[in-house]
């Protein structure tokens, strides 16, 4: 049996057409029942009309399946056949009634309507129902008797009728058609999923993003109601989409949805009732919103918020704790011990510093106007000012850091304090991962119209997967707990210098192999005219602040 849902506007107005029909069939067995007498009737014609009317209400109405037929693209065409069928029965009691004297000639006007309402999209299906209907009533005319000049401005009235009421049908449907297609068309494109639900638990309309977000297609959600549809298989996920909705609410609702899988995914779904003008509940409105990003964001947050708040408790608590000492004990302790607790104390101040700067700068520079003070330098340079500020680091921690960036390289564009911002992140980064005996190293090279500086290790290299997250906010490389040379980060230096790089119209990319090293690149667009690439002194004393 047919399910009779209302997946469309046009199941309704097809369901609507067999009620008319229904109606019609009902009357002519009325008419043969009552009136056989006093009318001039073809009984057996009749007969023939009330059937096939009869016989195709109830195939359209109980067995046939309009939602695979639209689902098949093919509910148009056995539309079609149905309007043509109207057309041919209503001819019949035309013809079986007196032909064109017969009282029923009206009835030739419905297929005009019907054509127009379920076919306002197709440009040639009125005008050709249109003529038919035309050509039918000038065949009765020509097959009347004796016809005479008043009748044929009957003929010529009624011709007249066909037009005027097809032309008016044409522009309401259109005037409607444009409203709905509007209407459909702005939910379509909305960039969340929408599904209208019927009172009768059926889809009137999904958008594709609904069906997206789903797993599924727009077609799935037609025939079955939605109550028996959400127990198949691979509908998981429109099943806890349209729980509140079974609850029949009367006020909306908003739930929050996680979907595990491969990648965890975070919908937002609201309900929201929709009333009639006299308050009677018509349905609902379901609205699915992918908010996988800003779950995601207010994650990080989150965690480093998190992380943040541990690291600051641990030099907070060392700079506490030999603060006390020196206040309790000063005259106790010796003048080497003093001096490595106030030794202490400044590298845990500067170690705070360097947590607030990494979290002033994140704040600054995710603003879109934030500008930098580009003037073109030269790698060889920048390598020369981190050898002198690393590289007695790097010799006390029992790493060469070496250079080999020539010196008549062509100047790049960039901000020389975040430059040197940047390469000292790769530098200590690099440090931090590189065990005693290894070696970093500086290298430079130039292009069409970019220039690229080398930072590379012989650390513990870097995995694949993690290669997008040691630059994404508070991002960690998980299990390299064993390689750190020192205490872990807050994971905001890559981060940073990423977005340093970015800022400069330029980018900051990674190559690595686990066991062997990594080769972080810096790119830079090269000065527009190299002789104006004057070598500028970078303060050592501003840069070494900056980057303590």
């Known amino acids: 049996m047919s399910s009779r849902r209302r997946g469309c506007v046009e199941f309704d107005l097809i369901h609507t057409l067999d009620k008319v029909r229904m109606i019609l069939v009902f009357s002519c067995v009325l008419i043969l029942a009552t009136a056989h007498q006093s009318l001039s009737l073809n009984t057996s014609l009749v007969g023939l009309a009330v059937a096939l009317a009869a016989l195709a209400s109830v195939w359209s109405y109980f067995f046939l399946r309009w939602d695979e037929l639209l689902v098949r693209g093919r509910l148009r065409l056995v539309a079609t056949l149905f309007v043509l069928l109207d057309l041919g029965v209503a001819t019949i009691l035309v013809l079986a009634s007196g032909g064109w004297d017969s009282h029923f000639d009206v009835l030739l006007l419905l297929p005009i309507v019907f054509s127009a309402v379920l076919f306002s999209a197709y440009r040639f299906a009125l005008p050709l129902t249109t003529a038919a209907v035309a050509l039918n009533w000038v065949l009765l005319y020509a097959q009347s008797p004796g016809a005479t000049l008043d009748e044929a401005w009957v003929i010529t009235g009624r011709l007249t009728l066909v037009f005027a009421v097809a032309w008016f049908v044409w522009r309401l449907t259109r005037v409607l058609e444009r409203e709905r297609r509007t209407q459909e068309a702005v939910i379509r494109n909305l960039p969340e999923g929408v599904l209208l639900v019927a009172e009768d638990g059926s889809a009137i309309l999904a958008n594709p993003r609904f069906a997206d977000l789903c797993g599924l297609e727009v077609g799935d959600f037609l025939g079955a109601p939605l109550s028996?549809?959400?127990?198949?298989?691979?509908?998981?996920?429109?099943?806890?989409?349209?729980?509140?909705?079974?609850?029949?609410?009367?006020?909306?609702?908003?739930a929050e949805i996680t979907l595990e899988g491969r990648y965890t995914r975070d919908l937002r779904c609201s309900t929201v009732p929709c009333f009639g003008a006299h308050g009677d509940l018509l349905g609902w409105v379901v609205i699915a919103e992918d908010v996988t990003d800003i779950k995601a964001v207010t994650r990080v947050k989150e965690a480093g918020i998190g992380i943040l708040s541990h690291e600051l408790k641990s030099p907070l608590a060392s700079m506490n704790m030999l603060a006390k000492v020196l206040s309790e004990m000063a005259d106790q302790l010796s003048d080497s011990d003093r001096q490595l607790a106030l030794e202490t104390i400044q590298s845990e101040t500067h170690r705070l510093a360097r947590m607030v700067t990494d979290t002033l700068d994140i704040a600054r520079l995710e603003q879109e106007d934030y500008k930098l003070a580009k003037r073109p330098l030269h790698w060889a340079e920048v390598a020369e000012r981190i050898l002198v500020l690393h590289g007695p680091r790097a010799s006390q921690a029992g790493v060469a850091?070496?250079?080999?960036?020539?010196?008549?390289?062509?100047?790049?564009?960039?901000?020389?304090?975040?430059?040197?911002?940047?390469?000292?992140?790769?530098?200590?980064?690099?440090?931090?991962?590189?065990?005693?005996?290894?070696?970093?190293?500086?290298?430079?090279?130039?292009?069409?119209?970019?220039?690229?500086?080398?930072?590379?290790?012989?650390?513990?290299?870097?995995?694949?997967?993690?290669?997008?997250?040691?630059?994404?906010?508070?991002?960690?490389?998980?299990?390299?707990?064993?390689?750190?040379?020192?205490?872990?980060?807050?994971?905001?230096?890559?981060?940073?210098?990423?977005?340093?790089?970015?800022?400069?119209?330029?980018?900051?990319?990674?190559?690595?192999?686990?066991?062997v090293g990594s080769t972080f690149r810096l790119i830079l667009p090269l000065a527009p005219f190299e002789e104006n690439a004057v070598s500028e002194a970078v303060p050592l004393a501003s840069s070494a602040a900056a980057m303590a």
Do not use: M, W
């Open 228 to 254: 028996v549809l959400v127990e198949r298989p691979g509908y998981g996920v429109l099943r806890r989409l349209l729980a509140d909705a079974f609850r029949r609410p009367t006020t909306p609702l908003t």
């Open 401 to 515: 850091l070496v250079s080999d960036v020539a010196q008549d390289l062509p100047a790049v564009l960039g901000d020389c304090d975040r430059v040197l911002q940047i390469v000292t992140a790769l530098v200590l980064n690099a440090l931090q991962h590189t065990p005693a005996g290894g070696e970093i190293r500086l290298s430079a090279r130039a292009g069409s119209d970019r220039g690229e500086f080398s930072v590379s290790d012989t650390g513990c290299g870097i995995p694949p997967e993690a290669r997008e997250l040691i630059f994404e906010k508070f991002g960690q490389v998980p299990g390299q707990e064993k390689c750190l040379s020192g205490e872990r980060g807050l994971g905001l230096g890559l981060y940073v210098a990423r977005l340093l790089a970015r800022k400069q119209g330029g980018d900051l990319l990674v190559e690595s192999e686990v066991g």
